[in-house]
């Protein structure tokens, strides 16, 4: 069973920071891309970044500038320092991880539970 634990969320005020981190945990063999996403009340999830084992990063246009994704390969960790936070920023953000297991073929897809991010103006 594999299992992704987030903590760093919370309530900042417009200009702050915050850092999330996510870490996955259980009998894996390879943690592929990971990813944040986030999703507020009503609208689809939307990808926030995202990180290949090469550390190749991609980013939504909003957060472009202001957040970013790193890894740590030995932890199967994924971390999202947010920076210039802006109150359009308050969401649930999740962290996601395409982990290989040794027990089946294949990549399998893994979400955290999801921490609250609120902004206030």
């Known amino acids: 069973q594999v299992q992704l634990g987030e903590s760093g969320g919370g309530l900042v005020q417009a200009g702050g920071s915050l850092k999330l981190s996510c870490e996955a945990s259980g009998t894996i063999l390879r943690v592929n891309r990971m990813a944040w996403y986030r999703q507020v009340p009503g609208k689809q999830r939307e990808l926030v970044a995202t990180?290949?084992?090469?550390?190749?990063?991609v980013y939504s246009d909003s957060v472009k500038g202001r957040f970013t994704i790193s890894r740590d390969i030995a932890k199967n960790a994924v971390y999202l320092q947010m920076d210039k936070l802006k109150p359009e920023d308050t969401a649930v953000y999740y962290c996601?991880?395409?982990?290989?297991?040794?027990?089946?073929?294949?990549?399998?897809?893994?979400w955290g539970q999801g921490t609250q991010v609120t902004v206030s103006s």
């Open positions: 996601y991880s395409g982990v290989e297991l040794p027990s089946r073929a294949g990549q399998f897809d893994y």
């Open positions: 990180i290949s084992v090469h550390h190749t990063t």
